[in-house]
């Protein structure tokens, strides 16, 4: 079983930036491919980008391309979502997600590929 630990949000104004990082206990993070996904009050979980296990590939969705990098330090063992001009409607709680699907460059949009969830860490931008 993996457990990730998600850190650093918090409040920030809009056009700010935060720092999230994710880490697992207990493994290897470079085994999984990574994602962060994000849920907004009264909202659906969404995905927000992925980076695949060996942090040659990433994908975003198109509201956060350009402002946000997903990144990844496996001597760490850690994955990064650097997020940058932060809009109020990027506030959400912001999960860390793991799978070991594909091979070493796949990446994914899809939730149910991911097998591994941390609890989440809100994010909250004030105009």
């Known amino acids: 079983q993996v457990q990730l630990v998600e850190s650093g949000g918090g409040l920030v104004q809009a056009g700010g930036s935060l720092r999230l990082s994710c880490a697992p206990s207990?493994?290897?993070?470079?085994?999984?491919?990574a994602g962060w996904f994000r849920q907004a009050p009264g909202k659906e979980r969404e995905f927000v980008a992925s980076?695949?296990?060996?942090?040659?590939?990433?994908t975003y969705s198109d509201s956060v391309k350009g402002r946000f990098t997903i990144s990844r330090d496996n001597a760490k063992n850690t994955v990064y979502l650097q997020m940058n001009s932060l809009q109020p409607e990027d506030t959400a709680v912001y999960y860390c997600a793991a799978g070991a699907f594909g091979v070493t460059w796949t990446i994914s949009r899809n939730p149910s590929l991911y097998h591994y969830w941390g609890q989440g860490t809100q994010v909250t931008v004030s105009s």
């Open positions: 980076i695949s296990r060996d942090g040659q590939a990433t």
């Open positions: 207990g493994r290897t993070f470079s085994n999984y491919a």
